[in-house]
């Protein structure tokens, strides 16, 4: 099984909203990883797990908050979000250094975020 | 710091021409190569990687080879279909400088017409 999961697919709320993206892989992955990705435009970072802990935080305001409850989940809890932050939001899952030669990412089909 | 350099689109291509989209890198250590597609509406794919210089990577027609003497991993296929029109990103991995955190390029977007 090489599939990662996101829902919802498509998600609509308003600035004063509380809600959360949801992904799951069985790959057996340790690394996970948050992207924002605009029209046309490569994937951002936003934050990566690394066994479960949180490794790398790009600087993403407060108003996104991740969780990664165990090593198959990953959430971004979302609350006060801005119109600028709509976007598709992907996540991803790789092995780690020290696992495999190689690290390609496996996407999952991403949710699309609207804030009105 | 690593970065990936891609040639802006889009690609505007007749059914089944000539394929080439340029990708050259910038790496501190040794990295591994990739070429990722994404269709509309959906998320990234690996399309095709390679691990050492003079690889060639290749699936469902398309093929790239790891040229280190150039630092390039440009992607090629000899007769696009219209079902190839998507964004095509190039990309790194550089395990040898300690990190498995990949570096994209800026996508390429390619259009092929009937």
């Known amino acids: 099984d090489t599939e990662v999961t996101q829902t919802p697919k498509h998600l609509v709320m308003g600035m004063t909203n509380k809600k959360s993206l949801k992904c799951e892989q069985h790959m057996g992955h340790r690394a996970m990883y948050w992207y924002k990705q605009k029209a046309k435009k490569p994937p951002e970072l936003m934050f990566v797990y690394s066994y479960e802990k949180l490794s790398i935080n790009e600087s993403v305001p407060s108003r996104f908050s991740p969780e990664c409850p165990n090593s198959s989940l990953l959430n971004l809890h979302l609350h006060a979000l801005q119109p600028e932050d709509s976007a598709l939001y992907l996540c991803?899952?790789?092995?780690?250094?020290?696992?495999?030669?190689?690290?390609?990412?496996?996407f999952g089909p991403g949710t699309r975020l609207t804030v009105t | 710091g690593n970065s990936v350099t891609q040639m802006e689109g889009p690609v505007t291509l007749s059914e089944e021409a000539f394929l080439t989209i340029n990708c050259t890198y910038t790496?501190?250590?040794?990295?591994?190569l990739f070429w990722y597609v994404q269709y509309p509406g959906e998320g990234l794919q690996l399309l095709l990687k390679a691990t050492k210089a003079d690889d060639k990577g290749s699936n469902k027609g398309f093929e790239a080879t790891y040229r280190k003497e150039t630092t390039s991993f440009h992607l090629e296929k000899g007769s696009v279909q219209v079902s190839d029109s998507a964004v095509y990103f190039c990309a790194l991995t550089d395990t040898t400088g300690g990190s498995y955190i990949p570096t994209f390029g800026r996508g390429t977007s390619l259009i092929v017409h009937p």
């Open positions: 790496a501190t250590g040794y990295p591994s």
């Open positions: 991803a899952s790789s092995q780690v250094k020290g696992r495999g030669d190689s690290y390609e990412q496996y």
